[in-house]
């Protein structure tokens, strides 16, 4: 076997691994009525209800599917799975053409709220516990290799887009 390769091998497993484990974690524990995306999504929604009253609450498909980093018709499946949980109401501004939008439910604001006190109380513990500028180290440099993997990805795509 190469060894120049092997440490490589073992981070990019690693690297995985821990990925995988933070999501499965918080997932079985904290996202018994929703999932993560969901979070994200009733999150985003609770969070411009509070800061701009101009839209009444309105979000659009596509300012979501740019919150997510998902495709439109990624984004319009969970939108629809979620319309179908009673999370949002779904509609569309004119005849369709001019906009499609979501609005969070009560019922949406409730889980929301259930679940966000859920992995309010569990980060602040793990926060005690780890500490807190680690805590901000490390978002940082998360937030920073993702990044530079979203970068990474992007030119692969162009490549291929490229060879084809």
Known sequence: MNTSKEPMNSIAHEITYRRYMLSKD??????????????????????????????????????ISEKLSLPIRKTSKLIREMSGKNLINWDHDGDGK?????????????????????????????????????????????KEFDSVMRTELEQMEDVNETAE
């Open 26 to 63: 918080d997932a079985k524990l904290m996202f018994q009525d929703i999932n993560i995306a969901e979070y994200i999504v009733l999150h985003y929604m609770c969070e411009r209800l509070e800061s701009d009253s101009i839209y009444s609450g309105r979000i659009y498909l596509s300012e």
């Open 98 to 142: 001019d906009g499609t939008y979501v609005t969070i439910t009560e019922h949406g604001k409730n889980v929301f709220e259930v679940t966000d006190g859920k992995l309010r109380d569990f980060y602040t513990r793990v926060l005690q516990k780890f500490g807190k500028e680690k805590i901000i180290q490390l978002l940082q440099l998360m």
